[in-house]
Antibody
């Protein structure tokens, strides 16, 4: 059974930093593309970052570009999100999600999600 | 950016009802459309991908249809465990965007 477990969330002051981790079991993360997805309280879902299996292709949403950094450590079977210069609007639950494709390799979907870790940015 | 618009934003229905949720993309996305279910305090759960392919272990009362810009999620006979919020998501572009969600509540 695939399990993704996020950690590292908490309360941080505006301008501060946090590093989120996503530890995997039951699956070798190095074989898969991964996303970080966030959800502000009472709001919808937003994919904020993507990393391919090699770590060579990375994308960020405009809302976090220049402040957040996605990375992976395949030896530790883990995914990370370094968050700097945090703002109140970054307050959200943060999920890591594994990308899978259909059998023909065309249609991407988020098949497995962690339980989420809550980040609160407030003074 | 591709905008995804769901309707309605919320609906009230009874157990056994047929429920339909629509999702419209701001430009054509072929069949690059996924549907997720989310219950309060939980992570989203994939229901359908590629517009109409049912994810394994998802009950057959869920179905999806559409292509291009207009898509539909149908629950043929609403069950108590189906009361939740449903999101569509386009994957035509790498950072796929979600609709705003449709909350299905008990009538």
């Amino acid at each position: 059974e695939v399990q993704l477990v996020e950690s590292g969330g908490g309360l941080v002051q505006p301008g501060g930093s946090l590093r989120l981790s996503c530890a995997a079991s039951g699956v070798t993360l190095s074989s898969y593309e991964m996303n970080w997805v966030r959800q502000a309280p009472g709001k919808g879902l937003e994919i904020i970052s993507y990393i391919d299996s090699s770590g060579n292709t990375i994308y960020y949403a405009d809302s976090v570009k220049g402040r957040f950094t996605i990375s992976r450590d395949n030896a530790k079977n883990s995914l990370y999100l370094q968050m700097n210069s945090l703002r109140a609007e970054d307050t959200a639950a943060y999920y890591c999600a594994r990308v899978l494709y259909d059998s023909n390799g065309f249609y991407r979907h988020l098949a497995d999600w962690g339980q989420g870790t809550l980040v609160t940015v407030s003074s | 950016d591709i905008q995804m618009t769901q309707s309605p934003s919320s609906l009230s229905a009874s157990v056994g009802d047929r429920v339909t949720i629509t999702c419209r993309a701001s430009e054509s996305i072929s069949s690059y459309l996924n549907w997720y279910q989310q219950k309060p305090g939980k992570a989203p759960n994939l229901l359908i991908y590629a517009a109409s392919t049912l994810q394994s272990d998802v009950p057959s009362r869920f179905s999806g249809s559409g292509s291009g810009t207009d898509f539909t999620l149908t629950i043929s006979s609403l069950q108590p465990e189906d009361f939740a919020t449903y999101y569509c998501q386009q994957n035509y572009r790498t950072l796929g965007t979600f609709g705003q969600g449709t909350k299905v509540e008990i009538k």
